[in-house]
């Protein structure tokens, strides 16, 4: 998965609403679901739990369903960009040991997924406006360039592909 630059404003503006429907539409389908068989299965003893529970998650499954099938379309674009993304970095991450073990001992592919994980939270940092944590990044991407430059390496976050995880 490749880089690339996001328009801030058009992110956050298409994610909030992406947000606030989604809200929406659980509360309402949700409350409607659970009503509708209440209202049609009521209950002697007084207790709807399990058709609000059955409410909660129709919806919450419909809206995974719908999601799912608009991720492709244009206003979806950067909010599904950021999603895999995060998907990605969450692959890294689970796996950051023993890449990092591997970056130690020179292993380019290794340094090259670090600093693929380096630039790919840089960007979602930056785009949350979670500027605290990127002086931590900093200094871990001055390890990271010492130990190429250790070992000669040029760091390129572009030479990494998912597939290269396998071997960590």
């Not at 007084?46 to 608009?70: E, Q, R, Y």
């Not at 600093?115 to 790919?120: D, I």
């Amino acid at each position: 998965m490749k880089l690339i630059e996001i328009d801030k404003a058009r992110y956050r503006k298409h994610l909030n609403y992406v947000i606030v429907t989604s809200i929406a539409v659980f509360i309402v389908g949700s409350l409607g679901i659970a009503q509708t068989l209440i209202a049609l299965f009521p209950s002697g003893d007084g207790s709807h739990f399990h058709w609000n529970l059955t409410g909660v998650m129709v919806t919450a499954i419909a809206i995974g369903i719908v999601l799912s099938k608009f991720k492709q379309h244009e206003f979806m674009t950067e909010v599904a960009y950021i999603w895999d993304l995060k998907q990605v970095l969450n692959q890294i991450t689970r796996r950051m040991r023993k890449v990092k073990l591997a970056a130690d001992n020179g292993d380019v592919r290794a340094m090259n997924i670090m600093q693929y994980s380096y630039a790919g939270s840089r960007l979602l940092w930056k785009l949350d406006d979670n500027t605290i944590v990127l002086d931590d990044l900093a200094i871990a991407q001055a390890e990271l360039d010492s130990l190429a430059s250790k070992y000669n390496v040029e760091l390129n976050h572009e030479a990494f592909a998912l597939p290269d995880l396998k071997n960590y």
